[in-house]
């Protein structure tokens, strides 16, 4: 076997066919991540909100996938056009590089202007019929037109999967005392793993006004945690950071979860027992994938409260792992690996049980779609 290239962790899917096999893997494995917030609400890993809010990002990634589908539906048959063809991280990510989601984020917003100038579907399509039956040539530049008119109008709709995705914050219930429970959440793209990131921030809130219609700190809140939202943070540090900066709102549980990354052997380039899993399955076309899904937590233990000249603050202290002072590495109570693939190739992972995969749970997808758990 030749030996691979590892000069680089980019690359640019030039041919239109392989860029649809690659988008049609992703919009399963989207499909498939719904199954996989319900297996973890069965098991009370996410609560009903945490599995709704979820859903709603995994519903943005998709739409995410299908607009740059759309983008590049004719990748790599024109010539004398920009940016032709998706590139991707294809060492430990798979995703689009970040710079494809800056970028459409700038089409979005210019969305409208673009779809005044253009030529509507319909009429597009008369003409292409026109060319195929008239001249008998394929109208390469007709369907690239297409393209790009069906991928401002999927930017103009919206409920895309950003860069960036600012906080919002869910009400969960009162609390005693006449605080109230907030699930605040937001989510980034890693620019330096080039894989989705969403965070939930479980908040109870002592001020006098609630948090989301507080013009005060609402703005304050989201500019924080935006600006905190950086992948070599630990959770700890983001939460003590929060919990320093306001003073009546109290972080009882953070999570981070990374949405990759995604191996496949024909796509992405791998080393270790998750490459000879994907070679040895030679699975059929659509199910030669795994992705990685990491769950780190962190919870409040208890609460100190610090005495000033005037007043008092209450500030959370973390619980951190206790095995093996794992915990002040990872700054996380917990941190879970996951790893969510068809059955083919888990079957040959189960074969060949190796070390590093034997703590990971498997979320394997059956028949019809249903995913079944394992460890």
């Known amino acids: 076997m030749p030996e691979l290239d590892l000069t680089t962790d980019h690359k640019a899917l030039d041919d239109d066919l392989a860029a649809r096999r690659y988008f049609a893997k992703f919009e399963r494995i989207t499909r498939l991540l719904g199954g996989v917030a319900e297996a973890m609400e069965k098991e009370r890993g996410f609560s009903a909100m945490d599995g709704d809010v979820l859903d709603a990002y995994v519903r943005a990634i998709a739409a995410t996938f299908k607009a740059l589908s759309l983008k590049y539906l004719v990748s790599g048959r024109l010539e004398g056009i920009g940016q032709k063809h998706l590139t991707i991280d294809l060492h430990e990510s798979g995703f689009p590089i970040y710079q494809e989601l800056v970028t459409m984020a700038n089409d979005a917003a210019q969305a409208a202007r673009h779809l005044e100038g253009m030529a509507d579907a319909g009429r597009l399509k008369d003409e292409m019929v026109r060319q ?19 991928y401002y109008e999927v930017l103009q709709r919206g409920g895309l999967y950003f860069a960036q995705m600012h906080p919002k914050a869910e009400w969960i219930a009162d609390v005693t005392g006449g605080r109230r429970g907030y699930l605040v959440h937001w989510g980034t793209y890693d620019s330096q793993l080039n894989v989705p990131v969403v965070y939930l921030m479980e908040v109870v809130d002592s001020g006098r006004k609630a948090l989301p219609l507080d013009e005060r700190r609402w703005p304050a809140v989201q500019a924080h945690l935006m600006a905190q939202s950086v992948g070599g943070l630990k959770l700890l540090t983001i939460a003590k950071g929060f919990d320093t900066d306001f003073d009546d709102l109290h972080p009882k549980r953070l999570r981070r979860l990374h949405l990759g990354p995604m191996y496949s052997s024909a796509f992405t380039l791998q080393t270790g027992p998750i490459r000879e899993v994907l070679e040895e399955a030679k699975s059929p076309k659509g199910e030669d994938w795994a992705l990685a899904w990491t769950v780190e937590e962190l919870e409040s233990e208890r609460v100190e409260v610090e005495k000033g000249w005037f007043s008092e603050v209450e500030r959370e202290v973390f619980r951190l792992d206790p095995f093996a002072g794992r915990g002040v590495d990872t700054g996380a109570t917990r941190v879970t690996r996951s790893l969510i693939l068809p059955q083919r190739p888990f079957q040959v992972l189960a074969e060949k049980d190796p070390a590093g995969f034997r703590d990971v749970r498997k979320f394997v997808v059956g028949k019809e779609g249903r995913v079944l758990v394992y460890g």
Do not use: C, D, K, N
């Not at 195929?132 to 069906?150: C, K, N």
């Open 132 to 150: 195929i039956v008239g001249e008998r040539v394929v109208p390469t530049r007709l369907q690239y037109a297409l393209s790009q008119r069906l």
